[in-house]
């Protein structure tokens, strides 16, 4: 993995773990304003971020997720468990 | 609990008023603040007040086991 | 349904083959009181959770979980793939071998086989939510445990976010028992 793959890949695990705990707190706490705000700030730079990776790197999820470049880039390795930066 | 507990506005919001026998109760959590993404991974948590790192307790550390 | 992230949601490091360390971190692919447990029991209890916030909580907890089971495997994979045989028999994994080579199989650290008999779903959701919180506590004690048999730092910084992430499951789950319980006492008739 190049370090312009590896730094993107840290801060989108960064920004998407922020998100999983706002997310579980927002489950028990739906009317917090606070933390919903934060969310969606947090979701909205998540965003930016995969994108600029997915277009880079090939897409981070499939399903129709982002669109691939040719040939499909969703088969390129390494896959998550391969990866040990 | 300590009365320095007690004392703290977020756990005195949190307590029901009336608590019934043969049930167990949890604190509601309080969103203040939380930590900054990169530090939130690594920690496991973006919430301060939930960062609770295992302290290996020496007195039950395993016989043989020096580390 | 469900997307896949073609990342892993914390680092799975290792320093170094280790049969031995990855014969017990396995306990938590497919053990007692493991993430592919965790996952299963939060998600088939979905189905007879009353309100929105507890299928909430019991969808993206069970999905969390599914993410840890992938970071163990991630582990156990890297320990035992460039294992030498002689490494894998002085480990005692040398059965384990015999069985599944260097395969990922959901056993518990002792061997025994994932069963369906680790979890229950039992209906009613105050008793879920406690066998939850059980659940929790149970994975939070077997990380400890694994953290004090680990020699490897690396390993031990992923055991130690794994760990974590327990206690914010046990405070949402706990929540999530108070907002029943609300529940519970709105429905009854007088």
Redesign the interface.
Known sequence: MMPEQIQL?TQ??AL??TA??L???L????EDQKALMDYNAIAQELALVKDRYSRRFG?????G?APSQYPWA?VHEP???E??? | MSDDKIKDPQVQQII?QQLRLA????P??MFTTRLEPTEG?R???I?PE?????Q?QPWK??RG?E? | MW????????????SGPNPRLAKVVITQYGGPDGELAASLRYLTQRYTMPTG?GK??LT??GT?ELAHM?IV??LV??LIRDASIAEIKAAGMDGYYADHDKALYFVSAAGAPWTAAYIQSKGDPVTDL?EN?AAEEKARST??YL??LS?DPLVTDTL??????E???Y??F??????V?EWKDSQKVF
């Open positions: 890949l989108i695990m998407e773990f999983v705990e997310n579980l707190y489950d028990t706490h739906p897409p981070i999820s499939n399903f997720s969703w896959w998550p468990w990866v040990t930066f | 029901p049930r167990a109760y949890i509601i959590q991974l920690r496991g948590t919430f939930l960062y609770m790192p295992y290996h550390k395993p086991n580390s | 997307i896949y992230e073609k990342k892993l949601e914390y680092p799975a490091r290792v916030r909430a909580v993206d907890i969390e992938e495997a991630a994979y890297n406690h919180m990380y400890e953290i004090q020699d130690r976010f794994l760990r974590e992430r206690i914010v499951h405070q949402r706990g929540e999530l028992l108070q907002h319980y």
